[in-house]
């Protein structure tokens, strides 16, 4: 079974999607510690988030992601390293922008996609991102400014400025990705041998370096059909940056032993930061995913 499914691998061409989850289910896992309160003091050097009393609402919502597939022909994708940066400016509202992923401490099965529908404010032609070794510009395309760059562009852990044509400006972090993660066999790089780390129904241990960091870090399993042609479903927990987490084989029992799988593990900062240009405040969020393969036992 396993050989018939290893040349199955050849000819798909998977992709996890992205979701953000309004429903989620707390998981039993007594390692999973309490989110960091936002009101805890920020290192010297980071954006700082606290209150003004002249800066009120949401204007803004940023993604920065940098996403590295390990088996780009398992994926269906041109290229291993893809770095991305997507700014939003709106009118100020009360509500703050939602992330993709559940809560801290938390799982969600049947992902559903939600948004804040609002009017993109055309804040000049282009952007400039600049920090460290970081320079590029994001254009608006007439909703969004969006941009890429090369990775070795990318500034590790480095404040970096969002600055528009008329000098106005607000500043994020960057973050840091991965030198090892387990298990080992999902960042199998050729079609040929992927999709050999194993997803089990008793529950996956995954693990990360380095770790300990204010970020968050999501596994995002997306399961599919043996032959890659239909996806099944998905599997997606948060937790702290601790550097182990135990996915729980429960959520797994429903799918067919031998599905193929799509495993993303993501490092994500959160920021809400001031821009005092638009009297309100930016939700940033910042990525660094890894995309491996495995399948279901």
């Keep these: 079974m396993l050989l018939a499914l290893v040349l199955a691998c050849t000819e798909v061409g998977l992709y996890g999607v992205k979701y953000i989850t309004d429903t989620s289910v707390a998981i039993d896992s007594a390692d999973i510690q309490p989110e960091p309160s936002s009101e805890t003091s920020e290192p010297s050097g980071e954006p700082s988030s606290e209150p003004s009393s002249e800066l009120q609402g949401t204007v803004g919502l940023v993604v920065y992601e940098l996403e590295q597939v390990a088996c780009p022909a398992c994926m269906g994708v041109s290229q291993e390293i893809t770095i991305s940066f997507d700014a939003k400016f709106h009118n100020r509202m009360n509500e703050q922008h939602l992330t993709w992923v559940p809560d801290n401490g938390t799982c969600a099965q049947n992902l559903n996609y939600t948004t804040i529908n609002v009017s993109p404010l055309n804040i000049g032609q282009s952007l400039t991102v600049q920090g460290g070794q970081t320079f590029f510009s994001p254009y608006f395309n007439g909703s969004s400014y969006y941009g890429s760059h090369q990775e070795p562009q990318y500034s590790r852990d480095t404040l970096l400025s969002i600055i528009a044509t008329d000098g106005s400006a607000f500043q994020l972090m960057s973050l840091h990705g991965f030198d090892t993660i387990e ?110 393969t495995g399948h279901i036992e």
């Design 183 to 292: 298990p080992w066999e999902m960042r199998y790089v050729d079609p040929s041998y992927a999709f050999a780390a194993v997803v089990s129904k008793m529950g996956t241990n995954f693990s990360w370096a380095p770790y300990g960091s204010n970020s968050l870090l999501n596994i995002t399993v997306a399961v599919y059909s043996q032959d890659g042609s239909q996806l099944l479903g998905y599997v997606s927990c948060t937790s702290n940056d601790t550097g182990n987490f135990m996915m729980p084989g429960s959520y797994f029992q429903g799918f067919p032993t031998w599905s193929l799988t799509a495993i993303h593990m993501t490092r994500i900062l959160h920021q809400r930061v001031p821009y005092e240009a638009l009297g309100g405040y930016v939700d940033a969020q910042v990525e660094w995913s890894v995309v491996g």
